[in-house]
């Protein structure tokens, strides 16, 4: 292989375990430096291989670099740095040989550990998403960017401003005690829950970016099933949401990057061995006895992985919103539940609970509106949609809107 | 935003012989209208149910049994919705299945006990 496609591919593989090692070696207050040493790591790993030829083993020639690196800093930063971290301090105290560790049970420890600290409450959450994927899922800035449809300067701000607040705040890159875990693992399931969500229903116009975006939330959230202290019924009950709203990647997304809704899409495109993992997960979540709200989506994703449309699905899926809502309300739960009623009420039951919904604003209501007045009143239904593609930002969904409209106007 | 209290008030409903299939049918009307409510983001706290079994405690350490007020008649439950006044609240309350069973709700403004 090439060095010019193999530093990506390790970059995207090996950033995120070496930046996560070092952080947790140096604290909190020196993420940035981790992040630059590892940069560098691969800088000379692209000047180095160019005209000596890449390594036998190219992932422990960079483990060595960092390595090097990191013992480097740490001799340096002993010397004239009075605000040392407590590894630095048990370095320079002990010995000149500090121990980095990178072996992959410690790789692994390192990036749970960095999670918690990640997922602060102190920190906004469009930041804690956006550490996530710098430190633990090896995000470049730009696509972080692309990610959040912005540009690089304000990525790095966000970012600069979220590192300030961990260091001020002193938080700690630790496992939370056990007794603590269930408090603590909320906050970091809302981050891969936004995370995922980020890539799921991203307007971004990569859809690679956009996919891997949810691959990393899954593979984080997989992090947390594996470990024993972390492995709860909610974990799995997000995993489980994760792997049934993965399983139509295919499904949803045409060849030329519209996307197809869900009562247009191709079944068979649907992916068996997700459907089959959310399943055991959701299994999985039934021990014990919480029902979180990820419980309740990952049951509603169930269903819609079940027959396209039979009653008996959609009494489930409306009572599953009821519940949604009952615990937590949500404009999108809001709009699904209705819906549902609908389906299950038919469509003039539907757009009465619709109109007490009060989302004028939302594209999305206006587009359920339009939907249910299909074939009660076509021309409210036109109405309602043509209000809905105005307000709409993605054109993806303009683009589906505007189609029934036509669709009406010529019926 | 004001927040009120609906107090479900009935016979006691365990008393009304159901099937099975007629809790079930009970439980998914008071499910659609609760999220119904929970939809336009006007439920504060789906609150609790109440059991049939109480004691009612009086001046001069007097006890007696069960929660019924002066005729045969429990508090089934409450819960705390959020509405502009009174009235509105009134209106919601309107489609409350304990009206089905011939139950009432009161509806009650909360008196927000917040420190000074």
């Known amino acids: 292989m090439q060095e ?68 480097d800093f740490l001799k340096r930063n002993a010397i004239y740095n009075e605000k040392v971290s407590p590894a630095i301090q048990l370095a320079s105290e002990n010995t000149n040989e500090v121990e980095v560790d990178l072996s992959s049970n410690n790789i692994k420890d390192s990036q749970l550990q960095m999670m918690f600290a990640i997922c602060y409450p102190g920190i906004p959450p469009e930041s804690q998403i956006g550490l996530s994927l710098r430190i633990l899922c090896g ?26 607040k961990l260091k001020e705040d002193k938080v700690k890159i630790e496992m939370p005690p056990d007794a603590e875990i269930d408090k603590r693992i909320d906050n970091v399931l809302i981050t891969l829950y936004l995370l995922f969500n980020e890539g799921y229903y991203s307007s971004s116009k990569n859809a690679v970016l956009s996919k891997d975006l949810c691959l990393e939330a899954m593979r984080l959230t997989y992090m947390l099933a594996e470990n024993t202290s972390t492995n709860k019924p909610d974990v799995n009950a997000l995993l489980s949401l994760m792997c049934f709203h993965a399983s139509r990647f295919d499904a949803r997304i045409a060849p030329d990057g519209e996307l197809i809704l869900y009562d247009d899409q191709d079944i068979s495109l649907w992916n068996n061995e997700l459907i089959t993992n959310g399943e055991h997960f959701l299994n999985m979540a039934a021990r014990g006895n919480v029902v979180s709200k990820y419980h309740i989506e990952a049951a509603i994703a169930y269903w819609h992985t079940a027959d396209k449309d039979s009653p008996e699905k959609w009494e ?12 937590e309300y949500s404009p999108i739960a809001a709009l699904n539940r209705t819906y549902a009623l609908a389906k299950v009420y038919g469509n003039e039951a539907g757009i009465a609970e619709a109109e007490k919904l009060k989302l004028e604003n939302s594209n999305l209501y206006h587009g359920l509106l339009g939907e249910l007045y299909t074939g009660v009143d076509n021309k409210k239904a036109i109405d309602h949609l043509t ?25 | ?75 089934g439950g409450l819960s705390i919705f959020r509405a502009e ?19 009432n709700v009161e509806v009650r403004d909360i008196i927000q006990m917040n420190a000074q």
């Open chain 1, 139 to 164: 995000f470049s800035i730009d696509e972080i960017a692309d990610a959040f449809l912005t540009n690089k300067e304000t990525i790095n701000k966000r970012l600069y401003r979220a590192k300030e």
């Open chain 2, 85 to 103: 006044s009174i009235e509105e609240a009134t209106e919601m309350a309107k489609s409350c299945p304990i009206l089905n069973v011939g139950g």
């Open chain 1, 4 to 71: 010019k496609e193999l530093i990506p591919q390790l970059y995207r593989s090996e950033f995120r375990k070496i930046t996560a090692v070092l952080c947790r070696l140096f604290g909190i207050e020196h993420i940035s430096i981790a992040e630059d040493i590892v940069g560098d790591t691969f800088l000379l790993a692209a000047e180095t291989w160019g005209f000596k030829g890449i390594p036998q083993n190219p992932a422990a020639w960079l483990y060595t670099v960092a390595k090097n690196k990191a013992k």
């Open chain 2, 1 to 75: 935003m004001k927040e009120f209290a609906l107090i479900y008030r009935s016979e006691p409903l365990g008393e009304i012989k159901l099937t099975p299939e007629g809790t079930m049918a009970v439980s998914k009307e008071w499910e659609n209208w609760m999220g119904g409510i929970a939809a336009q983001n006007k439920l504060v706290s789906p609150g609790m149910r109440l059991g049939n079994e109480g004691r009612t405690v009086k001046p001069g350490n007097i006890v007696t049994n069960g929660p019924y007020a002066e005729i045969k008649e429990i508090v």
């Open chain 1, 316 to 327: 489930k899926v409306l009572s599953l919103y009821n519940r949604l809502l009952i615990i």
């Open chain 1, 387 to 411: 209000t809905a593609s105005k307000l709409t930002k993605a054109a993806a969904d303009r683009k589906v809107i505007l189609k029934k409209i036509e669709k009406l106007k010529a019926g």
